[in-house]
């Protein structure tokens, strides 16, 4: 009677201020630097951020202290923050004995917050959009490549021909024998250069104006400059149709004239 009133006593205290002793068993727990450590010059993991980054940021950090595993997974729990925090201490004691084991249960809980991509099958999801160029189809792929963990240089391959759209360089490529993802990342920068630079140069020509003085007169029929002689001129268009016309009743007076004078 006496143990079931003691437990419900204990159930009924608070326990906001008793200190958890967090996931790691005592070997971890007990262990000591040989020399002091120094903390890692990071930005704190809140819960919100992306959790493979933080990873690699971790690990980038480190560079050569040569830290132990257990050295690792105390220095960890000093860059967690907030709500990760909290996570952390509310994990099961005893439950976490590598840093191997504490990184891939960090990652199971806190993967949701990201929106990288994760497989091959993912990659294949990103189109070239008809109105996109390839230097931002190119950069936007490369971006989410370096995220994709579980993906390698031969499925990114096929994954970046597949998303291309009809062009010039979409032909090129399943054309030519390039087989490796860096030669193809090369030759799009070499063409997403140009693409670039033809059409900044096509926007930036101005639009032919003509004026009325540059415009040929309709008026004229000579072909050849005003400064030139009939003579010297290649060649001249047919007269006025009204001409002719003129030229045959110039004829008939001057015929009515002599006539006249006969008389």
């Known amino acids: 009677m006496n143990r079931i009133e003691e437990e419900h006593n204990q159930a009924r205290t608070p326990t906001w201020g008793k200190v958890q002793p967090g996931p790691f068993t005592s070997h971890i727990r007990t262990f000591r630097h040989e020399k002091e450590i120094q903390a890692l010059r990071i930005s704190f993991y809140s819960g919100v951020e992306d959790p493979v980054t933080h990873i690699h940021t971790f690990h980038s950090a480190l560079g050569c202290k040569g830290l132990t595993d257990e050295g690792q997974c105390l220095l960890f729990q000093s860059t967690l923050t907030g709500a990760a925090l909290n996570w952390f201490y509310r994990l099961a004691p005893g439950t976490v004995d590598s840093f191997d084991q504490l990184k891939q249960t960090f990652l199971n809980h806190f ?56 062009s010039q360089f979409r032909y090129l490529v399943y054309s030519s024998n390039w087989t490796t993802y860096v030669e193809l ?79």
């Open 111 to 166: 993967m949701i917050q990201t929106d990288r991509l994760y497989s091959a099958d993912d990659l294949y999801t990103i189109r070239q959009q008809d109105d996109k160029p390839l230097r931002e189809y190119a950069a936007r792929f490369s971006h989410e490549y370096s995220r994709c963990l579980e993906t390698d240089d031969r499925a990114a391959f096929g994954a970046f021909k597949s998303g291309l759209r009809s």
């Open 185 to 263: 990342m090369k030759q799009a920068a070499i063409h997403a250069k140009a693409e670039h630079f033809n059409s900044k140069g096509s926007a930036s020509a101005p639009p032919s104006q003509t004026t009325t003085a540059d415009r040929p007169s309709t008026q004229s029929h000579d072909r050849f400059p005003a400064n030139q002689t009939i003579s010297q001129a290649p060649y001249r268009t047919a007269p006025p149709t009204s001409a002719p016309y003129e030229a045959r009743n110039k004829r008939k007076d001057d015929f009515r004239d002599r006539q006249d004078g006969g008389k």
